[in-house]
């Protein structure tokens, strides 16, 4: 964290505004997928921004809400949960209202294995701090190069995984959890490892239709208070 950033409190306050608070990051691929559900379930909330290119995440008033000192954290009065993953589940079981996961066993079970895939093995490698890494590893091309390599491996195994089950969405006609954890880490990989999408046909109209969603338009990076 630079010496220069200002200390920021965090207090956990829902006697005022809206009753859910998401701490978040403009550029964060794992809070955007929460500001997309949080969205498509019409949930209000409040938005706090957490820098991290400044290091804000690493200040002790941050780290009492998440001991990781990552975004995305959310607090529901009383409740403060950390990693998108939790937070969604969380959502989907205090707020059933626009379910993100279908009835059918078989499809539930395939939302949720896509949603493995990519918080586990695509957007780890998206962080920043792996990136910087790498970089001064390798040096930057082959910090590109091997991340675009493990990125497609693992686009390449959700397109199989899908290939029978996508229509407009990833399973179906209805957007569920796989949509909202596919297409903010699809923007990411394109915009910032130069993916070529056209190897995942499957994949790549699932984005396109997720993105004329005024759900996902709203929540994505630039459309953010603390976008820059």
């Keep these: ?5 200002p200390k920021k ?5 829902s006697a005022s505004g809206p009753k859910l608070i998401l701490y978040s990051y403009w550029q964060s691929s794992c809070a955007w997928r929460v500001r997309f559900a949080l969205n498509l379930k019409g949930l209000s909330y409040e938005y706090r921004s957490v820098n991290l290119a400044k290091g804000e995440q690493f200040t002790p008033e941050f780290e009492k809400l998440n001991p990781l000192m990552y975004v995305p954290v959310l607090v529901d009065g009383d409740v403060v949960i950390s990693d998108s993953y939790a937070i969604l589940l969380y959502l989907e079981e205090k707020y059933p209202c626009k379910a993100l996961l279908p009835v059918d066993p078989q499809l ?8 493995s895939i990519v ?9 920043l701090s792996l990136s910087k890494y790498m970089a001064q590893k390798v040096g930057p091309e082959d910090q590109l190069s091997w991340g675009q390599s493990n990125i497609e491996q693992g686009f390449l195994a959700i397109e199989k995984l899908l290939k029978d089950f996508a229509d407009r969405y990833a399973t179906g006609k209805e957007v569920y959890l796989a949509d909202v954890f596919l297409a903010p880490q699809i923007s ?11 190897k995942f046909p499957t994949l790549n109209r699932v984005y396109e239709t997720c993105k004329a969603l005024p759900e996902f338009q709203s929540s994505s990076p630039e459309k953010q208070p603390d976008a820059m």
Aim: hydrophobic fraction near 40%; avoid cysteine; aromatic fraction near 6%.
């Design 188 to 198: 990411v990989a394109t915009a910032r490892f130069s993916i070529d999408m056209s």
């Design 1 to 5: 964290m630079e010496s220069s950033s």
């Design 9 to 13: 409190n965090y207090p956990i306050d």
């Design 108 to 115: 539930k079970a395939i939302n949720l294995q896509t949603a």
């Design 119 to 127: 918080s586990s093995s695509i957007q780890p490698l998206h962080m």
